[in-house]
């Protein structure tokens, strides 16, 4: 939980005029207030559960609480009241959300329990909440906090089972740094070990999510650790970023294989991905995912009313073997039953946009797609040059950060065409390499309704 750049407080703008052409079909919004973070994704009783850092009396970041939306296919989405909200000078900052299948807890087997950070000036320390009726209503417990450590950098709080005990995954943000601690009954925490520094360690860390991963091309059931970070500032445009080490884990140590050159693994190469976490209880023990589209360089400024952020699309993670044999992540989105996909390329073309739209491109190398508005402007463009898929935004009319137009690079190899899957989905963006090995999640802000998806040569 980073503070909006422009204000560290909740900031006071006049609300800008709706947008309604700005507002994304498949990518969860809310009705009328701020969003960021996702939290406490769940499984439960056939029903994914989203909770979410949000203000519950406006569209500018303040009185953080948890705002709540449940799906049953993780693209149509149905909001709920605030679940956890703010109170006694205490916020509600990011965490996670898990099923006490056998009440280890104290609160009755099947109860959900919410793990998260209280946030006092000065002082960040990690509470539960419980909820018996599926997460409508929160309970919180007497006994908070469950884990202070005295220090006010310290939350995020990412929970999992591993065998007979709780584990949690939780940040010393300003020493770039993972904790690792566990628990019988997710009250009292002992701790375990430290994760880092190691990779990107250009920002604060944030918002951990240790999961196991299906290895696509290894043996049936075979399985990896993956461990999930955000950082802001030094994400791969400079600005906010998300980068994830594959290792192993026992329960109590994660040990991250060796980064090529020290570099770090980008989960994805755009401006606006950020705060992925995973679903706990995913059915079929898929690894599933999803991250707010959006960057704390500009997210305050960004006009869109009467709401303000999205999430990103769910994704599906699984990993598979780089050429020098290590591990490495990919993504596809999760998409509407049934959706049509359009196709454009290698030659130049257009496929025209109705609302959202699903797009393959075959993107010959100096050749570049891109995304224009009714007006013929080009919002978004990616090319497919020397550098690799390089993704350009111009600045909007409304007028950003500088941030938002920085170029967003990623490396590819040799110089054959590139295949890529485009969602174009109201303001936001997203491109994946049909590997799924490169992705961009990119927020637009056109003036006029997005009308078509071009190759130009």
Do not use: K
């Not at 406490?40 to 989203?50: E, I, M, Q």
């Not at 919410?114 to 909820?131: D, E, H, K, M």
């Not at 920002?203 to 399985?223: F, I, M």
């Not at 500088?402 to 109201?426: C, I, S």
């Amino acid at each position: 939980m980073t503070l909006p750049a422009s204000s560290g407080a909740t900031v006071a703008d006049a609300p800008p005029a709706p947008t309604p052409h700005l507002r994304p079909a498949w990518h969860f919004t809310t009705a009328d207030r701020w969003l960021n973070d996702p939290n406490g994704l769940v499984h439960a009783d056939g029903v994914y559960h989203l909770f979410f850092q949000t203000n519950p009396h406006g569209t500018t970041w303040g009185d953080i609480s948890w705002g709540h939306a449940t799906s049953t296919d993780l693209v149509h989405w149905t909001e709920h009241p605030t679940a956890i909200p703010a109170r006694d000078g205490e916020l509600v900052f990011s965490g996670s959300a898990v099923v006490d299948h056998d009440g280890t807890a104290g609160f009755g087997p099947g109860a959900l329990v919410a793990v998260w950070t209280a946030a006092r000036p000065g002082n960040q320390s990690q509470a539960l909440a419980w909820s018996a009726d599926g997460g409508r209503t929160f309970t919180r417990f007497d006994g908070n906090p469950v884990l202070d450590i005295g220090s006010a950098e310290f939350r995020d709080p990412y929970v999992l089972r591993y065998g007979a005990h709780w584990v949690m995954a939780v940040v010393e943000a300003d020493r770039q740094r993972v904790a690792l601690y566990t628990s019988p009954d997710l009250r009292g925490w002992t701790f375990a070990s430290h994760v880092g520094p190691v990779g990107a360690v250009g920002g604060v860390w944030e918002c951990p999510a240790l999961l196991e991963v299906p290895v696509a091309d290894g043996a049936p059931g075979e399985r990896a650790w993956v461990l999930l970070l955000s950082l802001n500032p030094g994400g791969p445009t400079g600005g906010s970023g998300m980068q994830y080490l594959v290792g192993d884990f026992d329960g109590t140590t994660f040990t991250p294989a060796p980064l090529r050159d020290g570099e770090p693994r980008w989960l994805d190469h755009g401006h606006d991905y950020y705060a992925a976490v995973a679903w706990s209880d995913a059915p079929d023990r898929r690894a599933l995912t999803i991250g707010w589209a959006s960057s704390w360089q500009y997210a305050a400024q960004v006009p869109t009313a009467p709401w303000r952020s999205a999430m990103s699309l769910a994704r599906e993670l699984r990993l598979v073997r780089g050429a020098d044999g290590a591990l490495v992540l990919a993504q596809r989105p999760v998409l509407p039953a049934g959706a049509p996909v359009h196709a454009v390329g290698p030659g130049p073309g257009a496929v025209a946009l109705d609302g959202p739209a699903v797009v393959d491109v075959v993107l010959p190398r100096g050749a570049r797609l891109a995304v224009r508005d009714e007006t013929g402007a080009a919002v978004l463009t990616v090319a497919s040059d020397a550098e690799g898929l390089v993704v350009t935004r111009p600045a909007p009319a409304a007028g950003l950060d500088p941030h938002f137009t920085v170029p967003a690079v990623a490396p590819l190899p040799g110089d054959d065409p590139v295949a890529l899957r485009a969602v174009v989905d109201g303001g936001v963006v997203e491109v994946f390499t049909t590997d799924g090995l490169v992705t961009f999640c990119e927020l637009v802000l056109p003036g006029a309704p997005l009308a078509e998806v071009v190759v130009e040569h």
